[in-house]
């Protein structure tokens, strides 16, 4: 204070105002996730709109047009699991949404009914074949809005591309959900993703799209969807971990040592059950990734793309009801969960209505019906799949493309029983990515490194499955 006092060049005044500066400087400075609060491993600029400045006033200025907006959606994938749910969406809230176009594989029947129903400018399908059944079906039940037709990847394309869509919903399962996604966000395209390898797979491609083009990557499955709606009004900085819920899948009620048992025993029994969820109606690839835990080591990783979380901020816990869909922690420590039944509408209408909450005719949630909730830590001997995920995350490049493909294939090949047994699948997993360290690429990674990598792992996995089951021939 003499100092500050005894200077005719420096006054009291100034040194207020000084001390006022610095205290503005320090309440403006960048905050860091994270649970070092560094921000050491977390992406700058993840995916969602989440955990920045600019997320938060967008999300602001999106909640205070109203719930009276309409949005023109384009579905690909709309016989499925994903796709059909989302139309009973459009038949809750049809002031709200429109279908301008439809992709699907070759139910030719179910999508021939879609079309008469939503009036689609566009229906694709998987082959030239149901293109052709697909418009003999609608010529003979009288289409008066028969749309353009077309089929395979080109059909994809111009469904995710169609010029009205403000927004693509992604509910075509595997990698073939990553060209279109791409040029749907180059068309500035939102994009509800139900596609979980649109970013385990393309995430270093993806991500650069998503901030070049400023579209909105919105999830729509259930855990990342959860964390997303807990993200919520926390500000930039806040995040401090993200702990996925997982159900444990079909084989949570067996210890380790059962579930080995019961695979070198019964192999058929575990084929069965492996297919079968305990608490969602999924497909079945997404059902076996369930069993094995893969599904949830995949959304890790997604995780990591959306929100920017690093891989030693991001858990997993197994929650047997499904009724805590997952939960962030804040930098307070607090925890905040999102609930919800096991119903998959509920993610997808959040995200094609984001940030808007729409009257639905669902169930609410009793607590008191329910009684019990619990959690529990996964055995990662159990359910190698996931050390395996996370060890692919943390590899990053093109090695997180490798697991994914790796998965499909022997995913693939379990379900189409050509005796490939449960513990066969991370052991092909694991050998894929052990053969691709030596291509490993980390940076600058094209789409072209990424689908030439996802071809390798389905290459490699079915070589190996073959000489694995040859061995398994001897043996007996």
Known sequence: LRCLTSSSAFTVNDALNTQNSIISSSLHATLHSGSKGTGEGWLARPAAPVNSEDSAKL????????????????????????????????????????????????????????????QPKIASMGTPEAAA???????????????????????????????????????????????????????????????????????????PLVEEYGINMLPADSEHSAIFQCLQGVPEGGLRRVILTASGGAFRDLSKEELFTMCENDPRAVQAKATTHPNWDMGAKITLDSATMMNKGLEVIEAHYLFGASYDDIDIVIHPQSIVHSMVETQDTSCIAQLGWADMRLPLVYSVAWPHRLKMPYKPLDLAELGTLTFNKPDLEKYPCIGLAYAAGRAGGTMTAVLNAANEAANDMFRADIGLGLLDIPTLIEGAMEKHKDDLKTSDVTLDDILGSDAWAREYVETEAKILNERKTLIL
């Open 133 to 207: 059944d697909l418009k003999e079906r609608l010529v003979s039940m009288g289409c008066k809005a028969m749309p353009e037709i077309a089929y395979g990847e080109e059909g994809i394309l111009a469904a995710a591309t169609i010029g009205s869509a403000d927004t693509v919903v992604t509910g075509i399962v595997g990698a073939a959900g990553l060209k279109p996604t791409i040029e749907a966000i180059k068309l500035k395209k939102d994009i509800a993703l139900a596609n979980k390898e649109t970013l385990i797979s393309g995430g270093p491609v993806i991500n």
């Open 59 to 118: 999300t602001l200025a999106k909640s205070l047009e109203g719930s009276s907006f309409q949005k023109r959606l384009s579905l690909l994938g709309s016989t499925g699991s994903i796709g059909t749910q989302t139309l009973e969406i459009v038949d809750a809230c049809p002031d709200n949404f429109v279908v301008d176009a439809l992709s699907a594989g070759n139910n030719a029947a179910l999508m021939a009914e879609q079309v008469m129903k939503y």
